[in-house]
C-alpha cells in the first residue's frame, strides 16, 4: 500500500496538465480537477491506515524515483520520504485540499477560466506534496518555489482588475526576497556538505557542527528567513492580507491551510539544525510573539472579513512558530493540524457568505445572517469557537494549550505574549461574528446552497469539533496520540508539567475575550468605530504598524528613484558617446571631400613635400 | 658657354613665370613655348645636342602646337578672359607660395649638399644616346612604346562622339 | 665651366613655378600647362644628372619624360574638351560633382 506514495503527488499534477492543456468545459474540469485531489487522498488515507497498522521500520518509508544531479562534489535523488511528519502533512493537504476543491466547484461555478483554476489549483497541491514528501531540500525548493508560483497564479486569478495583478505580484516579489535567503542557506549547506538529502545532511551537520557555532546559525537563519516569507511572518509578513484578492477557496488552502505552513514544515524538517542555533530559536519565539500580537492587533479594526482571517492566519502561524522558537515540535505540528481544519472551515464559511450577498465584503453592510444563512453561521461560529480556543467543545483548545504549555516552559514572558494574543484572537473574531451575524440585516441574498457547499463544511465543522482529542493535555487524561505517533521523528516533544496558571488562564482567555467583544457590540462600539475616519491608532493597527509603509519608504522609494535615475541608461552613454563622437568626425572630415581638385592637388602635394622632408631630413 | 647659359636661364624663368600668370591662355601658351626654346639652348650648353633638338622638335613642336590648336578649339571669347582675370586674384597665391617655398628649401638643401664634380663637361652625341638606348635599354623603348599605344587608344577611343 | 648644381637649381626654380601655377590656377588649360612645366623641368633635371656623371642615361630619360608628356597630354586635353563641352566653362572648380552632399 505504502509503495503507491508515488502516485499521491502525481495524480494532481497529472490533473493540472490535463486541465492546462485541454481546457475542457466546466463539467469535466470538475470532475478532474476535484476528482485527481480526491484521488490522492483516498490513496492517502489508505497509506495512513497501513501506517497504523503496520508501521515501516524505523517509522521511515523511502521511494526512490530517480537520480537527479550526479557530480563528484554534490549528487541529488528525486525520492519520497514517508514518516510520521510527512504522513501527517500529506492527509492534512489532501484530505482538506479535496473538500476545498469540492467546495470550489460550485463556488467557482460561471466563472470564466473554470477549467484554468482547478489546473492551478491541481497544480498547487501537487507541489506542495512534493514539498512535504521531499527527501532532499533540494526537492523540496522545487516544491517551495512551485507553491509560491501557483500562489502568484491563483492570487492574480481575475487578472482582468490590475489590483489583483499587483496584489499576486506583492505576494510573489515578498516571497523571492525571502526564497534568496533560502536559497543561500541550501548552498551553504550543499557546500559544505556536498548534499542536501535531508536525513544524512542533518547527521553530518550534527556531526561537525558544534552547537551554537557560526555556520549553524548562519545556515539555520537563513533558512528561516525562507520560511518567514512563506509564512507571512514579521517582517515579511505584508503579502498576505493583500493576498486575499484571489478566490476565497484559494485563500482556504492556500493562505490558511497550506502554503503559509511550509516555514513550519521546513523547521520542523530539519529541527537538527536548529536545535544547534540556539540564538535563531530565540529569534523565533521572539518574533513569532511580536508576530502574533501584531496580526492580532490588526485584526481588531478590519473590516473586510477576509481580511480580519488573514491576519487571523498570521497570528496563528505566529502560535506555531512560537512552539517551534520552544523547541515542541509536535506542539506546532498539532496546531497546525487544528488549524488547517478551523481555518479553512472559517474562510469557506466566509466564501459562502460572500458568494450569497453578490461578493460583498465588508463586515459591516452584512448582518443578522444567523436566522437567514444558517449554514454559513453555524460553520464560521463552529471555527471561530475553534480560533478562539473555547475549552473542549472545540479542537483549538487542545492545540492552543499545548502551545502554550511550550511557551510557558521557554519564558513566562513569552507566555503572557500568547495569552494576550489568545484573549484578542478572541475579541477580534467574535467582534467579527457579532457584527456579521447578529443585528439587523443590511444587505440582500440571492441564490442557494448545493450539497458541495454544505458537505465540506459540515465534515469541517465536524473535525473542528472533535479532532482535539487526538492530543488531550495532562489535566484531561493525557492521551497523547499525535505526540505518540510523531515522536520517533521529532524527538521527545519533552511534555513537562506546568504550573496550574497555564490552563487556567488558557480557559479564561477565550471568554473573557468573547464578553468583551460582546459587551462593545451591545454599545455599538464596533459599528461606530468603522463609521468615523480612522484616528491614529487604528489606522495604524488597520495597517498593522505600517510596515507597508516602511517598506515603501525604505526600499520601494529608492529603488524607483533609481530606476529614475538610470532611466537614461548612463551606462549606455558611453556607447552613445563613442557613436557621437564618430558621427562628429565623421561630419568634419566630409567636408574635406568638396569636389574641388585644386584642393584635392593642394593636399596632395603638401603631402609629398612633407614626406620628402622627413626623407631628407630625417 | 657659361654666359649663354646664364642667358638662356633667366630667359627660360622670365617667360615661364611669365607664361602661368597670364590671364589669356594663348598669351600663356606662347610665353610657355619661348621658354621651351631657350631650354633647348640650355640643353646644347650642357652637352646634349640631341635632348636639346628632340626638345625643339617634340616639346614645342608637337605637344605645345597640339595644346594651341586645342586653346583655339574652344573658342574663347572676352567674356572667359574676364572671368579668368577674376579668378586672379592676389589672395589666391598665398598658400601655393608657402607649399613652394617649403618644398624649395628642402629641395635646396639636398642640392647644395650634394658634393659637385667640376670636371669639363663632355658632350653626349646622339650616336652614343642611340647606342645606349637600343643596347642596354631597349625594355624601356618597348615599354615607352606600349604607352604611346595606349595614349593613342585612349584619345581615340575618348574623342569619339 | 658650369657644375651641374646650376641646372639643377633651375630645374628646381622652373619645377616650382610649374607647382605654383597648378595650385593657383583655376582655369583648366593653365593646369594642363603648369603640368607640362613640370615634367620639363625633370627633364631639365634629368639632363643635369647626365651632365654630372657623363653618360648618356640623362638623355634616355629626358626621351621617356618627353614620350609621357605626350601621352598624357594627348588624354588630358581630351578630357579638357569633354569637360567644357558638358560644363560649358573651363573652371576646374566647377567640376565637383564627387563632392560628399
Same mark, same amino acid.
Do not use: C
Given at each position: 500500500m505504502v509503495s503507491l506514495l508515488w502516485l499521491v503527488p502525481t495524480l494532481p499534477l497529472l490533473g493540472a496538465a490535463l486541465l492546462g492543456l485541454l481546457a475542457p468545459g466546466p463539467r469535466v474540469s470538475a470532475v478532474i480537477g476535484a476528482g485527481s485531489v480526491g484521488a490522492s487522498a483516498i490513496i492517502a488515507s489508505a497509506i495512513g491506515i497501513s501506517w497504523l497498522n503496520h508501521v515501516p521500520p524505523g517509522h521511515v518509508f523511502v521511494q526512490n524515483l530517480w537520480c537527479w544531479i550526479s557530480l563528484p562534489g554534490f549528487s541529488a535523488k528525486i525520492s519520497l520520504y514517508l514518516d510520521p511528519i510527512s504522513l501527517l502533512m500529506m492527509l492534512v493537504i489532501t484530505i482538506v485540499g479535496f473538500f476545498i476543491h469540492l467546495f470550489s466547484t460550485e463556488y467557482m461555478a460561471g466563472e470564466d477560466g473554470y477549467s484554468r483554476y482547478f489546473a492551478y489549483l491541481n497544480l498547487f497541491v501537487a507541489s506542495m506534496l512534493l514539498l512535504v514528501l521531499a527527501d532532499d531540500l533540494l526537492v523540496m525548493f522545487v516544491g517551495w518555489e512551485g507553491v509560491g508560483v501557483c500562489s502568484y497564479l491563483l492570487v492574480g486569478f481575475w487578472f482582468q482588475e490590475s489590483a489583483n495583478g499587483y496584489a499576486a505580484q506583492k505576494s510573489f516579489v515578498v516571497t523571492r526576497i525571502a526564497d534568496i535567503a533560502m536559497l543561500a542557506g541550501l548552498l551553504l549547506l550543499a557546500v559544505k556538505f556536498g548534499t542536501l538529502s535531508i536525513q544524512p545532511l542533518l547527521a553530518y551537520a550534527a556531526a561537525a557542527w558544534p552547537h551554537g557555532g557560526v555556520w549553524p546559525e548562519t545556515a539555520a537563519a537563513l533558512l528561516l528567513i525562507g520560511g518567514l516569507g512563506k509564512s507571512a511572518q514579521a517582517p515579511l509578513h505584508t503579502w498576505l492580507p493583500d493576498a486575499m484578492a484571489g478566490p476565497t477557496p484559494v485563500s482556504a488552502l492556500i493562505h490558511a491551510a497550506t502554503m503559509v505552513t511550509a516555514g513550519v514544515y521546513l523547521v520542523v524538517r530539519t529541527h537538527v539544525l536548529f536545535l544547534l542555533a540556539p540564538v535563531v530559536m530565540e529569534a523565533i519565539a521572539i518574533g513569532a510573539a511580536a508576530t502574533l500580537l501584531i496580526a492580532a492587533f490588526a485584526g481588531l479594526v478590519q473590516t473586510d472579513i477576509k481580511r480580519v482571517l488573514a491576519y487571523s492566519t498570521m497570528s496563528q502561524i505566529g502560535y506555531m512558530f512560537l512552539a517551534l522558537g520552544a523547541g515542541a515540535w509536535s506542539a506546532a505540528l498539532f496546531h497546525f493540524l487544528t488549524h488547517a481544519v478551523f481555518k479553512a472551515l472559517l474562510f469557506l464559511s466566509a466564501g459562502a457568505i460572500t458568494m450569497r450577498l453578490h461578493h460583498e465584503q465588508n463586515i459591516f453592510a452584512m448582518g443578522g445572517?444567523?436566522?437567514?444563512?444558517?449554514?454559513?453561521?453555524?460553520?464560521?461560529?463552529?471555527?471561530?469557537?475553534?480560533?478562539?480556543?473555547?475549552?473542549?467543545?472545540?479542537?483549538?483548545?487542545?492545540?492552543?494549550?499545548?502551545?502554550?504549555?511550550?511557551?510557558?516552559?521557554?519564558?513566562?514572558?513569552?507566555?503572557?505574549?500568547?495569552?494576550?494574543?489568545?484573549?484578542?484572537?478572541?475579541?477580534?473574531?467574535?467582534?467579527?461574528?457579532?457584527?456579521?451575524?447578529?443585528?439587523?440585516? !443590511?444587505?440582500?441574498?440571492? &441564490?442557494?446552497?448545493?450539497? /458541495? %457547499?454544505?458537505?465540506?463544511? +459540515?465534515? =469541517?465543522? $465536524?473535525?473542528?469539533?472533535?479532532i482535539g482529542w487526538l492530543e488531550t493535555p495532562w489535566f484531561l487524561g493525557g492521551h497523547a496520540m499525535l505526540s505518540e505517533m510523531l515522536a520517533p521523528a521529532v524527538g521527545d516533544s519533552g511534555e513537562r508539567g506546568v504550573s496550574a496558571i497555564v490552563p487556567l488562564a488558557g480557559i479564561a482567555a477565550p471568554f473573557l475575550g468573547i464578553a468583551i467583544a460582546y459587551l462593545l457590540y451591545r454599545r455599538g462600539y464596533w459599528h461606530a468605530q468603522a463609521a468615523r475616519a480612522p484616528g491614529f491608532l487604528a489606522g495604524a493597527l488597520r495597517s498593522a504598524f505600517g510596515f507597508d509603509a516602511l517598506y515603501d519608504l525604505l526600499l520601494v522609494q529608492p529603488f524607483l528613484a533609481c530606476v529614475r535615475a538610470l532611466r537614461h541608461d548612463?551606462?549606455?552613454?558611453?556607447?552613445?558617446?563613442?557613436?557621437?563622437?564618430?558621427?562628429?568626425? !565623421?561630419?568634419?572630415?566630409? &567636408?574635406?571631400?568638396?569636389? /574641388? %581638385?585644386?584642393?584635392?592637388? +593642394?593636399? =596632395?602635394? $603638401?603631402?609629398?613635400?612633407?614626406?620628402?622632408?622627413?626623407?631628407?631630413?630625417? | 658657354m657659361t654666359a649663354v647659359f646664364f642667358v638662356a636661364a633667366v630667359i627660360t624663368l622670365i617667360?615661364?613665370?611669365?607664361?602661368?600668370?597670364?590671364?589669356?591662355?594663348?598669351?600663356?601658351?606662347?610665353?610657355?613655348?619661348?621658354?621651351?626654346?631657350?631650354?633647348?639652348?640650355?640643353?646644347?650648353?650642357?652637352?646634349?645636342?640631341?635632348?636639346?633638338?628632340?626638345?625643339?622638335?617634340?616639346?614645342?613642336?608637337?605637344?605645345?602646337?597640339?595644346?594651341?590648336?586645342?586653346?583655339?578649339?574652344?573658342?574663347?571669347?572676352?567674356?572667359?578672359?574676364?572671368?579668368?582675370?577674376?579668378?586672379?586674384?592676389?589672395?589666391?597665391?598665398?598658400?601655393?607660395?608657402?607649399?613652394?617655398?617649403?618644398?624649395?628649401?628642402?629641395?635646396?638643401?639636398?642640392?647644395?649638399?650634394?658634393?659637385?664634380?667640376?670636371?669639363?663637361?663632355?658632350?653626349?652625341?646622339?650616336?652614343?644616346?642611340?647606342?645606349?638606348?637600343?643596347?642596354?635599354?631597349?625594355?624601356?623603348?618597348?615599354?615607352?612604346?606600349?604607352?604611346?599605344?595606349?595614349?593613342?587608344?585612349?584619345?581615340?577611343?575618348?574623342?569619339?562622339? | 665651366?658650369?657644375?651641374?648644381?646650376?641646372?639643377?637649381?633651375l630645374a628646381i626654380a622652373l619645377f616650382l613655378m610649374g607647382l605654383l601655377g597648378l595650385l593657383a590656377r583655376r582655369s583648366l588649360v593653365f593646369v594642363l600647362m603648369s603640368i607640362e612645366i613640370m615634367l620639363n623641368a625633370a627633364g631639365l633635371l634629368f639632363i643635369a644628372a647626365g651632365m654630372r656623371w657623363h653618360t648618356a642615361d640623362g638623355q634616355i630619360m629626358f626621351i621617356f619624360v618627353l614620350n609621357l608628356a605626350g601621352a598624357e597630354l594627348a588624354l588630358g586635353l581630351i578630357f579638357l574638351l569633354r569637360l567644357r563641352a558638358r560644363l560649358t566653362t573651363l573652371d576646374g572648380d566647377a567640376a565637383n560633382l564627387l563632392r560628399d552632399a
Open positions: 445572517l444567523r436566522t437567514k444563512l444558517p449554514v454559513a453561521f453555524w460553520g464560521f461560529l463552529i471555527g471561530s469557537a475553534s480560533l478562539a480556543a473555547l475549552p473542549l467543545i472545540s479542537a483549538g483548545f487542545f492545540s492552543k494549550e499545548m502551545v502554550l504549555g511550550a511557551a510557558w516552559n521557554l519564558s513566562p514572558a513569552l507566555w503572557a505574549a500568547g495569552i494576550l494574543g489568545a484573549v484578542l484572537t478572541a475579541i477580534y473574531i467574535f467582534r467579527a461574528v457579532f457584527v456579521v451575524f447578529l443585528g439587523p440585516a !443590511h444587505s440582500e441574498i440571492s &441564490g442557494a446552497y448545493g450539497v /458541495r %457547499i454544505v458537505l465540506p463544511l +459540515a465534515v =469541517l465543522a $465536524a473535525a473542528a469539533l472533535t548612463p551606462v549606455d552613454m558611453f556607447a552613445v558617446a563613442l557613436e557621437k563622437l564618430a558621427l562628429t568626425l !565623421h561630419r568634419r572630415l566630409r &567636408g574635406s571631400q568638396n569636389g /574641388r %581638385i585644386r584642393r584635392y592637388a +593642394a593636399w =596632395l602635394m $603638401a603631402g609629398s613635400v612633407a614626406t620628402i622632408a622627413i626623407l631628407v631630413f630625417g | 617667360t615661364t613665370a611669365l607664361a602661368i600668370t597670364r590671364a589669356n591662355p594663348v598669351h600663356g601658351l606662347l610665353n610657355f613655348v619661348l621658354s621651351l626654346l631657350s631650354m633647348a639652348v640650355i640643353f646644347f650648353t650642357l652637352g646634349a645636342p640631341f635632348a636639346a633638338a628632340l626638345e625643339v622638335m617634340v616639346y614645342a613642336g608637337a605637344v605645345v602646337v597640339l595644346f594651341l590648336f586645342v586653346v583655339m578649339m574652344l573658342s574663347l571669347d572676352t567674356r572667359a578672359a574676364r572671368r579668368e582675370r577674376e579668378w586672379m586674384v592676389k589672395t589666391v597665391w598665398v598658400l601655393p607660395i608657402v607649399l613652394v617655398a617649403v618644398l624649395g628649401g628642402v629641395l635646396a638643401r639636398v642640392m647644395f649638399f650634394s658634393p659637385g664634380d667640376d670636371s669639363a663637361p663632355t658632350v653626349i652625341t646622339p650616336q652614343e644616346v642611340g647606342a645606349h638606348l637600343f643596347s642596354g635599354g631597349i625594355g624601356a623603348v618597348e615599354l615607352a612604346s606600349m604607352l604611346l599605344l595606349a595614349g593613342l587608344i585612349g584619345a581615340f577611343h575618348m574623342g569619339r562622339k | 665651366m658650369i657644375s651641374w648644381q646650376m641646372p639643377a637649381g
